[in-house]
């Protein structure tokens, strides 16, 4: 599937990235740590999984789309 003219491309998932930097020599830790940052998220004395990370991505995204956040379960969704 070809990107739209003058659209970026999408980043490639963290799961894409833990596993190349591991065929590059870094330890799943190292690996996941590195995607963490890469991704945006705090890295400072912490040590991630490639599972926080999709859950952490995901709660983002549901955080950006209004779906999470002030308010959630206080009759906001459907009846």
Known sequence: M?????AAA???LPSTTVRLLELEGL???EAASLTAFM???PTSDLR????????MLF???LY???RFGVG???GSGPR
């Open 48 to 55: 991630w999984s490639l599972h926080q990370i999709n859950e």
């Open 10 to 12: 999408p980043p490639p």
């Open 39 to 41: 991704y945006g998220l």
């Open 72 to 74: 959630t379960g206080e």
């Open 27 to 29: 330890t799943p830790g």
């Open 64 to 66: 950006q789309l209004g």
């Open 2 to 6: 070809d990107t739209p003219a003058g």
């Open 59 to 61: 709660l983002q995204r």
